[in-house]
Structures are given as structure tokens and as C-alpha cells.
């Protein structure tokens, strides 16, 4: 098939979509976000551990995953292909943590190095019943102590001459394990197979679990057997009808079916192997799959052709949720936006009517400059603007609070640590202090050029922030004492200096408490971008196919 030829601009398409694809970024608690998050697991691991190495190469050994349920007999079932006990099989479940891959001797190299399954480290162990006595080996040619975390993150590889030449055994963890890890590892390396096959027992061929994974295969069009185990001998006729009438509604009546009787081997009896017999049809089979190069060639396109086929709608998916963590942080967004800009108006309504030239600053203002000093009054006026900027802030949080209430996303969104009100004053106050700086350079700058006698700079300084904070009435009476202080044109360039300061100041503070809120949710990166990348990799992909 064309799909398997692996030319270099498919694969130059899908590293790119597998690059897009693990960029994607899903922060915010929406509706879906978990199956999101879910399903680009689940591409990462099939683009990683499938599509990318079979297109790559597709002259390597078929993979055979052999997964199923809780006690279905997947173990034993592999014990019995390989004809000696590789994998560990017993009543007491789950028993499989470490998946075990054996091979042929001649097709170690593919399965050693991180060809497939990547992201899992390779283990070297002695058989089963000697494994309480045993160091593991990594690939790295390093040994390292036994350590059960470790090697549940591990692929135990292991090499036998009964397995047929191009074929590699999976066994996999129980697809149903209480432990989730072991769930999520069993669905990744299901993914990473160019055959599945299906592990269930007479007793539990109708249950969810097996039947999510036969609807599953066919969703993407793998190449898929089915094993119906420990079958009572009186029953095989029975529930062999009964699964095959199943199998056909569910539109897989094409898919193979063998079935294995109930054994006392079953129970893990004579090391834990089936009689050839029982497994000789399997075994047929799989050697079919990969001795015969028709049946080889249709068994890797088909899976191969549904893995690509599949991310027609699989990504888009992706893409639509990404766009959904875009909008809703453009919402979140917005609420700061408006919050702020609104905070801004007020605080400039609340300067051109004069009503910081108010109690303390006010005394100090009447007394000046006679009886106070204008090293008083400017501080009077600081602390004003301090309390002003500071109750704007406030009351901005407050609307973005009550509007994030509403946005289910705000959730995801972390909280900024410097909060409170004591934070906000301390971080207004700075801005203030760096405009009564600017201020005083100014009336310095002024003074010098057009003082006259018996003012003084500070003086100077304290009709300029009189000026500018006290309204009209009070802002006239400070500019005419400028006036007579320096110039009357020199007093006019000063005030209008001055305000540009104040507007700056305003703007400095508001905007720095606008972008410190927002900054949180920049850091999540649910940008508008992720969407386009999906769409135009997978674009890209199936114009290269």
C-alpha cells in the first residue's frame, strides 16, 4: 500500500502534527477538558508509539499486544504461544505491572532500543520463578536496583526461539487494573500495536470493558483477533454462538475468533501453559500475519490506514477544545480588562474634581504657608493619592471577582499570592512616591529658572501638587500662588508638565495591577494559535497522504 511506502514528507507531516498536538495546552477546568486531555494522551501514544515508527520503518516486526480485563488469562495466553512461562499468571489480580514483550532472538535489536514505546525504559530479568534474586538492567548497559517503581515504568523485554521470526508479544497490564497507572499504561501500549488482540473469558464477554476496546478497534479499523477463554467444555457451542452473534451486531463479525476451554492449566496448573492444542489456531494465525507478505502488508496498512484515517476527527476534536481554552481566556480576560479601564475613569473623575484636596491634605492646604510647611502638604497629597489608586484597585478585584464567579474557566487560573489590601497599598504607594519624585524635579527645574523671593523649591512643589489635586477652585488659587511664585507663563509649562506625571502615574499604577492579574493567565498559554497549528498540521498530513 502507498501508506506504508514512508515517504518523507508524510513523516515530515506527522512530526509536525505530533509536534502541535503535545503543544496543546488544556488549563482551564471547561466542560470536556478531561476527555481532552485524555485523547491527546492518547494521539501522543500512537503517533509515538506506532504511526511515526511503522511509517519509519515499516520493514520492522509486527507488534502484537495481547490486552484484555482482569483475570481474562492474557498471560497464560502468552506462556502458551512462547511454549515456556515468560509472563507472570495467577489467580490473585491484577498480577501484570511490568508489560513483558518477548521476541524472537533475531528481532531483539527492534524492540531494545525506543523504536516503540519510547517513553518506557527497557529491563532485563531472569525467568519468572527466579526473579526474587534479581537486578535490573537498563538499556543504558547500566544496573540498577530492584525497585518496583521503576520497573512499573518499564518494558521487560525478553527473547525465546518459539516465537515466530517478525513478531514481537506484548502483554500487556489488565486494561480494567484498580491502579490507574497500570490502566493507562495497558491503553498505551494497545496503542502502539499493529495487531490487538482481545482477551475475554465465557464469563465476561459481555461485559463494558472488552466491548469498549472491540468498539474501539473497529472505530480505528485495526487489525484485531479475538480470544474467548476459559470456555466450559459442555458450554463451547453455546456461548461461541452467543459472542459471534454479538460480534456480528456490533458489525465485527468479520474479526477472528478462538477459543480456548477451560483447562486446569487455566488456573495456572503445569507452569502455567496451555497444551499446544489449545492455542494452536492462534499461533497459526499471528505466524500467518507475519510469515505471509500479503497478509503482513494488509495486517500493518489496515491498522496503519485507520490510525492516520482516525485523525481526521480526532483532531479536529482537539482543535475545537483548544479553541474553547482560547475563548474562555479571552472572557476571563476581557473581565480584567473592563474592570480596570472602569477603574481608571473613576480615579480621573475623582482628580478633576478636586476631592483629594480633602482632610488632612485640606488642613495642611488652609495653614500653608504660614503654619505648614510644604513638605506637609505634599505628603497629605501622596498619602490622597496612595488611598485613591488604592480603593480603585480594590474595587476593580471586586468586579473581576464577581465576573469570574460566573466563568467556569477562572477556576484553572492561579491565584496571585501578593493579594490583600495591604499589598495593594504598598504597591501604590511606590508608584506615588516615584510621582511626587517627578514632581519635585520639575518645581527644582522651575524654581531655579524663574524662582523670585521669598518662595522656596518646596514651596513650589506644594502649589504644584495643590494645583493638580485641588479641583478647580482650589486648583486656581495654587496656580495663581505659582504664578507669583515664578512666571506666569513659566507656572502655566509647569502645571501642564505636571499633569502629564499624573496621568502617567495613574496609568503606571493601574495598568501594572491590570497586567500582575493578568499575568497568571498569560502563563497558561490557551492562545489562539494552538487551534490554527492543529488545523494546519492536520491539513498538511492529509494533502502528504
Known amino acids: 500500500m502507498a501508506i506504508m511506502e514512508a515517504r518523507t514528507e508524510l513523516l515530515d507531516a506527522l512530526v509536525t502534527l505530533r509536534d502541535s498536538v503535545a503543544a496543546a495546552r488544556f488549563p482551564l477546568p471547561l466542560a470536556g477538558v478531561e476527555r481532552a486531555r485524555q485523547s491527546q494522551a492518547e494521539l501522543l501514544a ?106 512499573r515504568q518499564a518494558l521487560r523485554v525478553e527473547i525465546d526461539e518459539g516465537v515466530p521470526k517478525g513478531l514481537g508479544l506484548l502483554d500487556a497490564p489488565d486494561i480494567d487494573s484498580l491502579v490507574a497507572a497500570n490502566r493507562e499504561l495497558a491503553a498505551e501500549l494497545i496503542c502502539a500495536a499493529d495487531i490487538w488482540v482481545l482477551v475475554t473469558t465465557a464469563a465476561r464477554y459481555a461485559d463494558a470493558v472488552p466491548w469498549h476496546l472491540l468498539r474501539t478497534a473497529k472505530e480505528y479499523d485495526v487489525t484485531l483477533a479475538t480470544v474467548l477463554d476459559r470456555v466450559p ?71 496503519a490506514n485507520g490510525a492516520l484515517a482516525s485523525l481526521r476527527r480526532r483532531v479536529p476534536e482537539l482543535a475545537s477544545c483548544a479553541a474553547a481554552q482560547h475563548s474562555a481566556a479571552v472572557r476571563l480576560t476581557q473581565h480584567v480588562e473592563e474592570a480596570y479601564a472602569e477603574a481608571g475613569r473613576k480615579v480621573r473623575r475623582r482628580l478633576d474634581s478636586g476631592q483629594l484636596l480633602t482632610g488632612e491634605a485640606w488642613a495642611h492646604w488652609r ?47 492561579p491565584e496571585d499570592p501578593c493579594v490583600g489590601a495591604a499589598a495593594t497599598v504598598e504597591r501604590m504607594g511606590l508608584v506615588v512616591r516615584h510621582w511626587q519624585r517627578c514632581l519635585e524635579e520639575l518645581a527644582d527645574e522651575a524654581f531655579s529658572a524663574h524662582g523670585r523671593p521669598p518662595a522656596t523649591a518646596e514651596e513650589v512643589t506644594a502649589l504644584l501638587a495643590a494645583a493638580l489635586l485641588g479641583g478647580q477652585h482650589q486648583g486656581r488659587a495654587a496656580s495663581e500662588g505659582l504664578a507669583t511664585a515664578l512666571t506666569a507663563p513659566a507656572a502655566e509649562e509647569l502645571v501642564r508638565r505636571a499633569l502629564v506625571a499624573l496621568d502617567e502615574c495613574v496609568d503606571r499604577a493601574l495598568s501594572g495591577e491590570r497586567d500582575r492579574r493578568l499575568a497568571p493567565l498569560e502563563e497558561l498559554d490557551a492562545g489562539p494559535e494552538q487551534q490554527a497549528e492543529l488545523i494546519a498540521a492536520l491539513s498538511v498530513l492529509h494533502k502528504e497522504r
Open 46 to 151: 500512537q503517533l509515538d508509539d506506532y504511526l511515526v515508527p511503522r511509517l519509519r520503518e515499516p520493514e520492522a516486526p509486527l507488534l502484537a499486544v495481547i490486552g484484555g480485563s482482569t483475570g481474562s488469562g492474557k498471560s497464560t495466553l502468552v506462556n502458551s504461544l512462547v511454549g515456556r512461562r515468560i509472563s507472570e499468571a495467577g489467580v490473585l489480580r491484577p498480577t501484570t505491572r511490568t508489560p513483558v514483550l518477548v521476541c524472537h532472538p533475531d528481532d531483539l535489536r527492534w524492540f531494545t532500543g525506543r523504536r516503540v514505546l519510547p517513553r518506557l525504559g527497557r529491563v532485563r530479568v531472569p525467568r519468572q520463578e527466579d526473579a526474587a534474586a534479581t537486578e535490573h538492567e537498563s538499556d543504558d548497559g547500566v544496573d540498577r536496583p530492584d525497585a518496583e517503581a521503576a520497573v
Open 233 to 303: 467444555h459442555r458450554l463451547v457451542e453455546e456461548v461461541s454462538r452467543q459472542y459471534a452473534s454479538l460480534l456480528e451486531r456490533a458489525g465485527l463479525g468479520h474479526v477472528p475468533r478462538f477459543t480456548v476451554p477451560e483447562l486446569p492449566e487455566s488456573a495456572g496448573g503445569s507452569r502455567g501453559l496451555l497444551p499446544a492444542t489449545a492455542v494452536e489456531r492462534l499461533r497459526a494465525w499471528l505466524t500467518h500475519q507475519v510469515g505471509d507478505p500479503l497478509a503482513r502488508t494488509r495486517a500493518v496498512g489496515r491498522t
Open 367 to 413: 495653614r500653608f504657608p504660614a503654619d505648614s510647611a510644604g513638605e506637609e502638604l505634599v505628603a497629605a497629597c501622596v498619602e490622597g493619592m496612595t488611598d485613591l489608586l488604592a480603593a480603585a484597585v480594590g474595587a476593580a478585584e471586586e468586579h473581576v471577582a464577581r465576573a469570574w464567579r460566573e466563568e467556569p474557566g477562572a477556576a484553572g487560573v
